[in-house]
């Protein structure tokens, strides 16, 4: 299946050579790529499964070639999804921020595209934020922001994965790794020889059973070395004030559709917008919002930002808003379904109310059922009223 997708926009010679990660056990993301470590050879580019963006990948490759990167992150303006509106006990209207904890925190010297700080609102032990001194002697004058986010796609340096692969404290990459490689940029090495002899610093942590030291890993040949100690570039010649073989950097994708896919508002957030994209990926060819073949019965709405597939049958009065339909889904009357994802062969007993969830293949939800923020998977049987709950499991007898 992946070879089949990845086919048309590869060169016809290129061979995939898939690894897959074993599923009986909760690996995270370092964990992972520790189990594959062995089958990287060269600078490597990472990329969350989760990711939707038509960012050229380019654009990253480039910010990390020309700084000779030792971590490239690609970054991109915080999405601001649709966001839930709640009554409290008062009758009020408040809004609810669907990203409240998980914002991160990011620097970034647009200038030099210098990655200086990069943590996540969830990561954070106290309410304050440290910062070290050697990166405030080198950037007395900086901008922390939130209104960034990291996108998972990163480009690392071979040696920075051996070190990742060696460290057992690590499990994330995002919440242990990444912030950990940017926070060393601006120390000092602890021992130069240790530079200059990985083998020995191996041996030394299989003796001593100590963390691995990242200055131990961090390599670059003479020719760098020199560039890098006579030259202004990167380091702005305070090459004695740090080691400065950690260099991280970041492109900031401004003008593009730049969204992880974590959530279920975030979920139902690129289905409508995937609309925008789609004359794009499909060049020139036609396409509807609400297939021809829809048949939508009196006095039944379907707002403009909707999305309807083939052989859809919609009763009457049913409202559909900010929402995606499925191909040969049927919907009974006084349906109303709200910033949601309903796939294909659904059926949608009348009196339902579909706000904020997604809907897999072959679902069947029983009249008057009331499903808010939930999941409901394949072939499920649904009746009754449920929030934020995810329907896996649940088959219940249709003939009562």
Known sequence: ????????????????????????????????????????????????????????????????????????????PRVEVQQEKEANKGGKIKTKDNEQGQKDFISIDRQEDRLLFMLNEADLDVDSISIKKSLLKRYPSMMIQNDLVDSHMYIMKKWLIDFIAENRSFESLKADAIPYVINKQFSKAKQKEQQNDLNSSMASLTECNTKPDIFSFAREDDVRSSVRLWSVHGDSGNSSECSGVIRCHGYVADDNLTVRINDLPAYTHINREITKLLPTILQNQDFAKIHSTVHVKEKSQIGSDCIVGESVSISENVSIKKSTIGKHCKIGSKVKISNSVVMEYVTIEDGCSIQGSVICNYAYIKENSNLKDCQVGANINVRGDHNKELLVNEVMDLDD
């Open 1 to 76: 299946m992946f070879s089949q997708a990845l086919k048309p926009c590869c060169d016809k010679k290129i061979k995939f050579n898939f690894v897959t990660i074993p599923d009986d056990e909760d690996l995270g993301t370092a964990e992972s790529l520790k189990f594959i470590k062995d089958k990287i050879e060269t600078d490597t580019i990472i990329v969350s499964c989760d990711l939707i963006t038509d960012v050229p990948f380019h654009r990253l490759a480039d910010v990390h070639r020309t700084h000779d990167a030792t971590l490239s992150v690609l970054m991109a």
